[in-house]
């Protein structure tokens, strides 16, 4: 992926934040981070983990999407 940093290209790596509700494994719902949290936790990704330059949060509940990231 890339992405446009000042005045520089990069080819860096996405994070994907996915968390999960679940009773019984077989269906799923995401959990419903607070937003203030997801900017922060993304701000310290960026930051901090060199190489990643996006955070992502899915939101796709199981089914259709499955519990482990694909």
């Known amino acids: ?9 990069t080819y860096d ?3 994907a934040l996915r968390a999960v ?3 019984d494994g077989m269906t799923a719902d995401f959990f419903p981070f ?3 949290f997801l ?3 993304a701000t310290r990704i960026i930051n901090e ?3 990643i330059n996006r955070v992502v949060y899915d ?3 199981k ?5 482990e990231w694909e």
């Open 1 to 9: 992926m890339r992405e446009i940093i000042g005045d520089y290209r």
């Open 13 to 15: 790596h996405v994070c």
């Open 21 to 23: 509700t679940s009773v």
């Open 34 to 36: 607070d937003m203030a």
């Open 39 to 41: 900017g922060r936790a």
């Open 49 to 51: 983990v060199n190489g």
């Open 59 to 61: 939101v796709t509940s």
């Open 63 to 67: 089914p259709p999407g499955t519990i």
